[in-house]
Every structure is written in structure tokens, then in C-alpha cells.
């Protein structure tokens, strides 16, 4: 079950019904006292016919309101989602060869969200979800992309000093040069010590990176999380594997 760090409000449904003040303010023209001050001087059409009277309901998605010709539309309430996602769960909407998708995680009303930045099938950790285009945008896109770090066991032990190098300079694969941000052991040990455990930082965002990069030096990953993007820690947000938590979408307004 999914927590919510966000104010409930009671937004407008289509095919509910109500009064034109209110509607009004849920389509941005102010408060509703204000939007009553726009009603009674006649600037408010519903369905071509002026309209004056503060009593007037609206049957929404049925009648078209217009605000000195403009037409009024409620405002889209925007979600942006966290989820912990487990292994097993592909980041589809829909694939006719696997049923488990991470939104068979969320109740219906998040079933069209956009994923900013993927996991691939086998991969878990912190994803985050939205429907609002510059949200998804400043999250993914490699020219505003947040960091992104990830917790990585391999199947062998190699030296750090090695993967540092390697990482930090860029491995060439076919035609992209894939590059980590800084890269630390895992565990504790030195510079020069070899281990199986690392945590990347990504700033990059190709296909399958990590696992491209360790397979390239002769690694397989066997475990791979997510675990920040950007100053989104995965655990500050309390949720075990499966589980989802509402943020404020204003984080990410400018």
C-alpha cells in the first residue's frame, strides 16, 4: 500500500457537476471569490450564453465555459511517484510477453505516467514517475539530468584501482563511450584492493550502462539497485520493494 506526502484535495471528475465558482477557480481565474466577481460582470459564457448567476452549476466535460472567450479547462493535478522497484517488474506500460509491469504496482489512476529514466528487468531500486512532461524532461533528458546512484555486486572480484580508471575515463562500446561520475567501494577496504562491491555514480543514461561497463571488463553483475536520483534518497523514503510514495511536484518547478 503506497503512502502520500501530499495534502489530499477533491478534484474536479468528468461528468460531476458543480457550482460555477468553484469550477472556475480549479481552472486557474483566481479564487472563488474573485471568479465571482468575473460571473456577475458578465465575462463567463457557459455553452455560448452569458451567464450571471453565482447559483449556475457546470456538468463538467459536458458544458463548454469560457472566461472573456477564453475557453476554462480544470487544471491537470500532477503526480510525481517514487517507487522501489523489485526485480522481476519491466518498465512498460504494457508487454504482451510479460504481465509484470511496475504499473501492476500502482492503482489505475498512475497507469499512464511517464518513467523518468528506467530500470532494466532485473535491476530494483528507486524509480520515479510523472505526468507532467518538464518534470520527466529535467529528471532523464542527458542535458539536465540528475545523478544516479546504484549500489552494484559482481560476480568476481577486480581491483578498484582498475574499475576507477576504467569507469572514470570511459569504456568504448561500439559506437557510445560509456562513463561513470566517480565510482567507491561498496565496503570498506583501499584503493588497491579488489572486491565485488561498488557503488557508481551515473550522470550518463544508456541502455543497460552498468551492466555494458562491468561485462566489458570481464565482470557479470549479479545484483544492481538504484538507490538515489538527484537528492532523492531511496532510503529516506521508508518503502520496501513494491511500495510507492507521492512527492511534492513543486521540487522540481522553477
Not at 501530499?6 to 461528468?15: G, R, V, W
Not at 530494483?124 to 518534470?135: E, F
Request: with cysteine.
Amino acid at each position: 500500500m503506497g503512502k502520500s506526502d501530499l495534502k489530499k484535495e477533491k478534484k474536479l471528475q468528468t461528468d460531476s457537476e458543480v457550482r460555477i465558482n468553484r469550477y472556475l477557480a480549479d481552472c486557474g481565474f483566481g479564487s472563488r471569490r474573485k471568479t465571482e466577481e468575473l460571473i456577475l460582470s458578465g465575462f463567463v459564457t457557459v455553452n455560448g450564453e452569458t451567464v450571471r448567476e453565482l447559483s449556475r452549476k457546470i456538468q463538467v466535460g459536458s458544458d463548454e465555459v469560457k472566461v472573456r472567450g477564453k475557453v476554462a479547462i480544470p487544471e491537470q493535478e500532477i503526480y510525481v511517484i517514487a517507487l522501489n522497484k523489485p526485480k522481476g517488474y519491466l518498465c512498460s506500460h504494457s508487454d504482451r510477453f510479460h504481465e509484470e509491469t511496475v504499473f501492476s504496482l500502482l492503482p489505475e489512476k498512475f497507469a499512464r505516467l511517464a518513467i523518468a529514466g528506467r530500470l532494466d528487468l532485473e535491476s530494483r531500486g528507486l524509480l520515479l514517475l510523472s505526468n507532467d512532461g518538464k518534470i520527466v524532461q529535467r529528471l532523464s533528458h542527458p542535458t539536465m539530468a540528475s545523478e544516479k546512484e546504484y549500489l552494484v555486486r559482481i560476480d568476481r572480484k577486480i581491483s578498484f584501482s582498475k574499475i576507477k580508471q576504467e569507469f572514470l575515463q570511459g569504456i568504448q562500446e561500439g559506437e557510445e563511450t560509456l562513463r561513470a561520475e566517480k565510482v567507491f567501494l561498496d565496503l570498506e577496504g583501499r584503493e588497491n584492493s579488489e572486491s565485488d562491491r561498488f557503488r557508481v555514480i551515473l550522470q550518463q543514461g544508456r541502455k543497460r550502462q552498468i551492466r555494458r561497463m562491468f561485462s566489458a571488463l570481464g565482470a557479470r553483475v549479479v545484483d544492481l539497485q538504484r538507490v538515489r536520483i538527484g537528492n532523492i534518497l531511496l532510503i529516506d523514503l521508508g518503502i520496501k520493494e513494491g511500495e510507492y510514495v507521492s512527492l511534492n511536484p513543486n521540487r522540481w518547478r522553477s
